[in-house]
């Protein structure tokens, strides 16, 4: 038995053992860079959906128990507990929120999606809970990473960080409401970009659109950068 070992050992030690990663850019030709990032279809609520493709990247590159599943981003018991009823910004109806200890379990649980006692609608987020649900939910998956962020509206720095590997979280204005979506990508030559949204399909859209009726108007844009603590 010991033998055995012993050969085993010599036979790792005598070789190079290589773990392959995927590769975190799908597309790039210079003038085109699209990120190898998975597509989530949920179209349930759009800012954890974006948020959630973004934590599934990072799960797939470089860091890890982000995201196992769609479970993660919206469960069936978030479902249960703060999507009925369904209602509208200017119906809300009291869900499981007013709870003392309401639970949370999944990202739009820790983002306050849908959420009476916090002003949202079936499949709303408030926008400051995205900074205040990010760091809870990281902390209740594994409480080891950590993550700082900065706001922009130019799309240099958008370029910059597709560039560097990392998909960028954008609102945009799309009639009387907004829309969160996951930029992905861009094409510089006629300075649009590339996103994946909560219906799953790959959007390409002027990044300096003036009008509706021209395209999205760009808000906000928000490059997360996560890291170890």
């Known amino acids: 038995m010991k033998t ?3 050969i085993i050992l010599l036979f790792l030690v005598g070789c190079e053992i290589t773990i392959t990663h ?3 850019v799908e597309y790039n030709d210079g003038d085109s860079l699209l990120l190898n990032v998975s597509p989530l279809p949920n179209d349930y609520a759009c800012v954890v ?3 959630g493709m973004w934590l ?3 799960d797939d590159f470089k860091y890890h128990s982000l995201m196992d599943s769609m479970g993660d981003i919206v469960s069936t018991q978030h479902v249960e507990y703060y999507a009925k009823p369904k209602d509208t910004q200017g119906n809300l109806l009291p869900d499981s929120s007013i709870l003392e200890d309401p639970p949370q379990t999944c990202l739009a649980d820790f983002f306050r999606t849908s ?3 916090n ?3 079936h499949g709303v987020t408030a926008r400051g809970m995205i900074y205040i649900g990010l760091s809870e939910y990281l902390e209740y998956r ?3 990473y950590k993550y700082s962020y900065i706001e922009f509206d130019d799309y240099g720095t958008y370029t910059r960080a597709i560039d560097q590997g ?3 979280l954008l609102i945009v204005g799309t009639g009387n409401s907004a829309h969160a979506i996951l930029g992905v990508g861009y094409v510089r030559s006629d300075s649009t970009y590339l996103v994946y949204d909560s219906f799953c399909s790959l959007r390409k859209h002027k990044w300096y659109a003036k009008t509706l009726e021209e395209d999205w108007i760009m808000i906000k844009a928000t490059d997360f950068q996560l890291k170890y603590k």
Do not use: E, G, I
Request: proline share 12%.
């Open 119 to 121: 002003w949202c609608s």
């Open 166 to 168: 990392r998909p960028v």
């Open 56 to 58: 599934k990247y990072w």
């Open 142 to 144: 594994k409480d080891v």
């Open 115 to 117: 959420w009476y006692t």
């Open 22 to 24: 995927p590769d975190p």
């Open 49 to 51: 959906t974006a948020m």
């Open 4 to 6: 055995c070992l012993y």
